[in-house]
């Protein structure tokens, strides 16, 4: 997995952008860090996430599209 780009948004979330899609890192309260892809069920047609944005509760990212 190759990562393309970070965000923090602010509950101190970390957003990873990679070759393989959107990931996100979160600290549970034991201090266990958990690795989740939460957009898993989308249908993209290309997951390279290029950019992050976070406002609030929400996230938009945008992927690369081939031609």
């Known amino acids: 997995i190759k ?11 970390i957003w ?3 070759d393989k899609g959107l990931f996100l890192i979160k600290e549970e309260k034991n201090g266990v860090f958990e690795t989740i892809k939460p957009f898993s069920d989308l249908d993209l047609q290309n997951n390279e996430v ?16 081939k031609f």
């Open 3 to 13: 990562i393309i780009n970070i965000n923090i948004d602010e509950n101190d979330r």
């Open 16 to 18: 990873i952008g990679t």
């Open 50 to 65: 290029n950019t992050i944005i976070t406002k609030k509760d929400t996230v938009f990212f945008a992927t690369k599209i």
